[in-house]
């Protein structure tokens, strides 16, 4: 196969990033569209080459469809009830059918892992005919499988170090050398029933089970009992509840059962701008991020996954500052070197890229998000062992030592590295925390050092990181740039929501990064080419902002108008851009959804952790 990318120009045009709905299964990850095209899908785990990869080269990517043979499909799109399964309906001459698809769970929970995509497709009225297409291409689009034929109804698709299993209830027939396709009729109440299971290589050497019709719709009932037991956990019951649990579904996916990391997105490289170059890998788990992941689930009643991701970075870092990362691999891997790869992007986007170089910048923000998450931890009653303390107190030491640095920011800033004002404060958060954390459990840390660095932090940033002319906190010590991630100070416990600094800030921010009603990050330019969306987490903030003021009418339209970009499911991309009317970036975006809930808790008088 060649390097070189395919024209898409005869192939039909990718759909809006907001037409896919995300399946998980807490490992993999796969996006399926309100077509019934699935045009995305990682196996066995999220940030696995993906399988199907039409997302990213609609000519030569590979998917897995259903399409009417008697006509157009008018189609709708749902999620079942408080789960990650979908139901999609298609309406065709004669006849209508839904189709259910889920990446399945085990009795034992999504621990158990199957790693297997299921797509059962029913039939609700008269008679409909239909075909589903399966066009396998592993390694991100790049490979053609060799087919493997074990009988009428299952094949083995092969290539490199992946193998599928496809098997269905009906026959299965060749479509060229590399693609499968199944043909059937289906009356009311008629099923038809197809997996795509994932396998080593090697055995496809060996006859495996197939697994029978009632098996699979015990697949699905298992899979939809298990997701709405979990959300049954949901302690909010205040406004915007289904919303929030809808956003609160997503995060779950997002989280990999085995390690307790949580990845940023579960794809790569959609773009921030149109047919630019601002197209990043999030299948990671960042530390900043996956904080404020676990806060948000945390306080609508989710600990456990907050606990996973404590024990996932103190693993992660090997128990030492000096091995911590920006991000890791869902895994706790290290080395996650940024690549390019030749396909044509979404939409013509390109470079389309795997890996992340951000994973070796300084971020010193990383260290207050992480004081503030064994903080909340422990007021929860979780207890800190002597190997886990010492992991602590070096981040706090790292803090004293190390808040005169410059780094690259939360936005992970590609133009050199800045004095930025909310990593300066995050570092004044990681010296109080500790402080708090060490007279709490009586252990014994150099008190005054760090409360001289604390101190020295809080003068430093009052001094150089606000601007009295501008009358707001700016993006950097010294400039003049205002930086939405400013709205996050009182996260950071260095100043109060209401105290006027940070309402002056607010309004600012508010005025000056208005897009269409939305917020852009920043007003500096960041070394790259083209105009980025508005970053929707950025929104939410400052509904939330907005809220703990006691602005509630402002609050209310901010939201508001926030949560008008969800998609028809109520997934958040990372960005919007307001000229072309869609979401931008990668997507869903684990960001978004936390930001989100915490803007809903803010509307409902819900006191954060760090206010108490």
């Not at 799109?77 to 004669?94: I, N, S």
């Not at 897009?515 to 330019?525: K, S």
């Not at 105009?531 to 003021?549: K, N, T, V, Y």
């Not at 808790?601 to 954060?608: E, R, S, T, W």
């Amino acid at each position: 196969m060649t390097d070189e990318p395919a024209s898409p120009a005869a192939h039909p045009p990718q759909p809006s990033i907001g037409d896919y709905a995300l399946l998980s299964d807490s490992h993999a990850a796969a996006l399926v569209s309100s077509a019934g095209s699935i045009d995305w899908c990682g196996l066995p785990r999220l940030d696995s080459s993906s399988c199907f990869t039409r997302l990213l080269d609609a000519a030569r990517g590979g998917s897995c469809s259903i399409e009417a043979l008697d006509g157009e499909v008018a189609t709708a799109q749902r999620y079942v009830d408080d789960t990650l399964v979908t139901e999609t309906r298609l309406r065709a001459h004669g006849g209508a059918a839904r189709v259910l698809d889920f990446l399945a769970v085990g009795e034992e929970g999504p621990e158990q892992p199957q790693q297997t995509l299921v797509r059962i497709v029913e039939g609700v009225a008269g008679t409909i005919e239909l075909r589903l297409r399966v066009s396998p291409r592993f390694d991100y689009g790049r490979l053609r499988p060799w087919l493997r034929r074990i009988d009428r109804r299952a094949v083995f698709a092969v290539g490199g170090d992946d193998a599928l299993l496809v098997a269905a209830d009906t026959p299965i027939d060749a479509d060229g050398e590399h693609d499968l396709r199944a043909d059937f009729r289906l009356r009311r109440g008629e099923r038809r029933r197809f997996v795509i299971r994932f396998l080593a290589p090697a055995r496809t050497e060996e006859r495996p089970e197939l697994p029978s019709p009632e098996a699979v719709d015990d697949l699905l009932d298992t899979t939809v009992r298990w997701w709405r037991g979990w959300a049954r956990r949901c302690a909010y019951d205040g406004p915007h509840r289904a919303a929030v649990l809808r956003s609160a579904l997503t995060l779950r996916g997002l989280v990999n059962a085995r390690t307790g990391a949580i990845a940023a997105a579960p794809t790569t490289s959609l773009p921030e701008a149109t047919g630019g170059v601002r197209n990043w890998d999030y299948r990671f788990s960042w530390i900043r991020d996956s904080s404020f992941s676990v806060r948000s689930l945390a306080e609508i009643g989710f600990v456990d996954e907050a606990d996973g991701f404590a024990r996932f970075v103190i693993r992660s870092a090997a128990g030492s500052v000096d091995d911590l990362q920006v991000f890791f691999g869902l895994g706790g891997e290290r080395h996650l070197d940024e690549r390019e790869l030749p396909l044509s992007g979404y939409r013509g986007a390109r470079p389309v890229r795997i890996g992340n170089a951000a994973a070796q910048q300084v971020q010193l923000d990383a260290l207050g998000q992480l004081l503030n998450l064994v903080w909340r931890r422990h007021r929860r009653g979780a207890t800190l062992d002597d190997d886990q303390w010492r992991f602590v107190r070096s981040l706090v030491d790292a803090a004293a030592d190390r808040w005169q640095e410059p780094d690259r920011g939360i936005w992970e800033w590609r133009d050199g590295s800045l004095h930025f004002t909310l990593s300066k404060a995050a570092c004044w958060s990681a010296l109080h925390r500790g402080l708090q954390l060490a007279a709490a459990t009586g252990r014994p840390v150099p008190t005054e050092r760090w409360i001289r660095a604390r101190d020295d932090v809080r003068r430093a940033v009052e001094r150089r990181g606000w601007h009295a002319s501008r009358g707001a906190f700016t993006q950097a010590f010294d400039n003049e740039e205002l930086d939405a991630a400013l709205l996050l100070l009182p996260h950071t416990g260095f100043l109060a929501w209401d105290d006027p600094r940070m309402v002056a800030t607010t309004d600012r921010i508010a005025a000056e990064l208005d897009d269409d009603g939305l917020l852009r990050r920043y007003t500096e330019g960041d070394g790259l080419p083209g105009r980025e969306g508005a970053f929707l987490a950025c929104s939410f903030w400052l509904a939330e902002c907005l809220a703990r003021q006691g602005r509630d009418d402002e609050a209310r339209r901010t939201f508001q108008r926030a949560a008008e970009t969800a998609s028809p499911l109520g997934l958040f991309s990372e960005e919007y851009d307001t000229a072309g009317r869609e979401p931008a970036g990668n997507y869903p975006q684990a960001l978004t959804h936390l930001s989100h809930i915490g803007a809903a808790l803010a509307l409902a008088g819900h006191v954060p952790p760090e206010d108490t």
